[in-house]
């Protein structure tokens, strides 16, 4: 009897402390990096484990990754990236595709990006934001913070310009970086389709032309390079409340960075909260997103550069659709937002 007693409190004392040891293995990582890289693909959703990867998988296999983490109940862009960039959830911050493409905001604006954080706790720090769709770039990150924005047309020039801001001496304390033709393919070839699976790992290869630039101007050394979806797909679309549209990749790897899958509980707008932890910055109270707490542990040497996929990307043209269905498209469109915005007009009224 004495022996299993003590068996016992011998066993609490070793979880204690391993507990303690995490506990304090994750408050060392605040503030331990100079640098944050967020990457989001558009309507990637859990695709990066349905497909070859091998970027995403020497960058990120021996890290932290999940594939399933939650989006916000409504899975479309506006909503995710708002919640991702400002650590609310979609009610809070009332972001549609419709009002990020009506209204830039800037810094007096509530429910303030992690720009905004970020800024006032580092004033002259170098602050860049690189998209495909541009609404993020105006309607989301505030327009008065000296954020340099670049838009492009399409992913691969996305990684292109990357690569200049680097090359031209450019260190910057946080970086997001959105990347389109996922969704895109989704859009005009239906999710799970051999188009959408071809932008994945054309997506791929460009996460990792984006990761060899960062490490071959040393910002790996203090740098946290992180991957995030802002949805999933269906075959026909997103926007409900599917499995396959509510799972979103989150995937870390930086110094202090556990070898973990991360638990059920992970949502992409928790991006926001590790970014902010990483560089030194304290939650805001508003924010509803979490560091997870398996995250962050002992110091590890992060990878090298990595080798892009070599594959045919031919299968379709990503970046582009036929013009006639691109007429026809953007009829839709803007179909659609004069609804939405004569609907919203008349409900005003009342």
């Given at each position: 009897?004495?022996?299993?007693?003590?068996?016992?409190?011998?066993?609490?004392?070793?979880?204690?402390?391993?507990?303690?040891?995490?506990?304090?293995?994750?408050?060392?990582?605040?503030?331990?990096?100079?640098?944050?890289?967020?990457?989001?693909?558009?309507?990637?959703?859990?695709?990066?484990?349905?497909?070859?990867?091998?970027?995403?998988?020497?960058?990120?296999?021996?890290?932290?990754?999940?594939?399933?983490?939650?989006?916000?109940?409504?899975?479309?862009?506006?909503?995710?990236?708002?919640?991702?960039?400002?650590?609310?959830?979609?009610?809070?911050?009332?972001?549609?595709?419709?009002?990020?493409?009506?209204?830039?905001?800037?810094s007096s604006a509530k429910n303030n990006s992690i720009f905004y954080y970020a800024r006032q706790a580092m004033p002259q720090a170098q602050l860049a934001s690189f998209c495909n769709w541009d609404a993020i770039n105006h309607g989301i990150i505030e327009t008065d913070l000296g954020v340099e924005k670049i838009h492009r047309s399409t992913d691969p020039q996305i990684a292109e310009a990357i690569e200049g801001y680097l090359d031209a001496g450019n260190a910057p304390a946080l970086m997001f970086v959105q990347l389109d033709s996922v969704d895109h393919a989704a859009h005009t070839h239906g999710g799970f389709s051999d188009a959408y699976y071809t932008a994945v790992r054309r997506a791929d290869s460009l996460i990792g032309r984006i990761y060899n630039a960062v490490v071959s101007h040393g910002l790996m050394e203090n740098g946290l390079f992180l991957l995030v979806a802002d949805h999933g797909e269906s075959k026909h679309g997103h926007g409900g409340r599917t499995a396959e549209e509510s799972a979103a990749v989150l995937a870390a790897v930086g110094k202090t960075v556990n070898k973990t899958q991360m638990s059920e509980a992970v949502h992409n707008r928790d991006v926001s909260a590790i970014s902010l932890f990483a560089l030194g910055i304290s939650q805001p109270t508003q924010f509803v997103s979490a560091v997870p707490a398996e995250l962050f542990g002992g110091t590890r040497t992060v990878p090298g550069t990595v080798t892009p996929g070599t594959g045919d990307y031919s299968i379709v043209d990503l970046d582009d659709d036929p013009p006639t269905l691109r007429k026809i498209t953007n009829f839709f469109e803007k179909a659609y937002h004069a609804v939405v915005c004569f609907l919203l007009t008349w409900m005003y009224q009342f």
């Open positions: 009897m004495k022996k299993t007693i003590t068996l016992l409190l011998c066993l609490v004392v070793a979880f204690s402390c391993a507990g303690a040891a995490v506990a304090e293995n994750s408050e060392s990582s605040f503030g331990a990096y100079d640098h944050v890289f967020i990457v989001g693909v558009d309507g990637a959703g859990a695709a990066f484990s349905q497909v070859e990867t091998p970027c995403f998988d020497a960058i990120f296999g021996d890290y932290a990754f999940r594939h399933d983490t939650h989006t916000e109940t409504v899975t479309i862009s506006a909503q995710n990236w708002g919640a991702i960039l400002t650590g609310v959830d979609y009610k809070t911050h009332g972001f549609t595709n419709t009002s990020l493409k009506l209204k830039e905001r800037d």
